[in-house]
């Protein structure tokens, strides 16, 4: 058994019931990635024909014309955007991210997909020197109002599928789809954290973006995947604003393998594992007092569940987020998913454990969930308080 090099690092081994957060480390990469990428690592390759070997493998798994590795999905992003605006022409794509001279630099994207993964999704479009054009309202978005932005200078439309997107008010895909095509506009879609990955180029999408290292369990980067001549426009972006982005010769070949292990792969058997952890957790959080577990479907359709956990702070006598910092600060820690946590409830994600960590994230509540009712609860820490504790231990960085 490999040691585990956290220890060795001073790091914490922590246990993720969050997902695949970057934050984190994204997902257990697959033995035939992390395979491919030590017998990589050696070795000298000629990097454009190695991306052309990824570009086949990609264009099989995802029902494209051609397919591109790139740094991270958020270097997608830009790099697709670029490719948008320049094409093949290399002295724009040198003068990038200046746009002077190029006939669309603009990009249109629903004001509800204006979200945060991390990182704001338009400063990835602006990175590439594209304005960006909001279209609607957070939570009200009509057809005439992308029509509207959809102008000459329009080089693409932003779609962004993620939990993080208001999940209500915005035009679908195959809308989006319909009314850019009908006046000449690609369609990007970033779909980091999506299962499927050939639905939405079936949909409408010219270019979809994927992690390679989320659901696919391959190493640090981003598949662009969809119409040649779009893929080819970003890959083109490595002789400029893409240099910087660049991926290295393991994550390439990493990410070939794991699509080839995904292709393989028993989803079946994992959805049963994943399925096991959660009825283990509802039964046992269920016996406490003022907690409500309920098994939740995924916000955008990828097949899977999750744990959805209600602290009642009068009968639980801890908060949410209380109860959340306490699993993250015990030992081991165990880090839940806590992004609409002031609602009063935080989700527990099955997909990235190891063998037994499943019963340890249950004995860990019991022993929190116990000491909260064991003891004098202190005064629950407020909401704007936990948010500054986590922002400045970040202004903190490196100490």
Known sequence: MIPDIRAHLGLRPIINVSGTMTALGASIVVPEAVAAVTAMLTQFVEINDLHRRASATIARLC???????????????????????????????????????????????????????????????????????????????????????????????????????????????????????????????????????????????????????????????????????LVRAAFLQNIGIGRGMKVGKESVAGTIAALDAWERRDHAAVRAGETAALRLWQARLSAHAGIRAVIAPDPTDNPLDRLEVHADPAGARITAWDLADALAAGDPPVIVRDHEIEQGWFQLDPCNLHPGEAETVAARFDAELERARGTNAAAPTGLAERRRRRFASLLRWPD
């Open 63 to 229: 029902a494209s014309e051609a397919g591109f590795v790139t740094a991270s999905c958020a270097a997608g992003m830009t790099l697709a955007v670029a490719g948008a605006m320049t094409g093949a022409d290399l002295a724009a794509i040198e003068r990038l991210p200046d746009t002077e001279g190029l006939a669309r630099d603009a990009v249109a994207i629903q004001a509800g997909h204006m979200v945060g993964y991390g990182a704001p999704v338009e400063q990835a479009i602006r990175l590439a020197g594209a304005r960006v054009l909001r279209v609607g309202q957070a939570t009200d978005v009509r057809a005439y109002q992308l029509e509207a932005a959809l102008g000459p200078r329009c080089a693409a439309v932003m779609h962004v599928v993620s939990h993080h997107t208001v999940q209500y008010g915005q035009l679908a895909l195959e809308d989006v789809a319909e009314i850019a095509h009908a006046r000449g506009v690609p369609v990007i879609v970033d779909a980091a954290s999506e299962y499927d990955l050939r639905g939405f180029l079936a949909r409408g999408a010219d270019v979809a973006i994927y992690s390679a290292h989320k659901f696919l369990g391959g190493p640090t980067a981003g598949i662009v995947a969809g119409r040649k001549d």
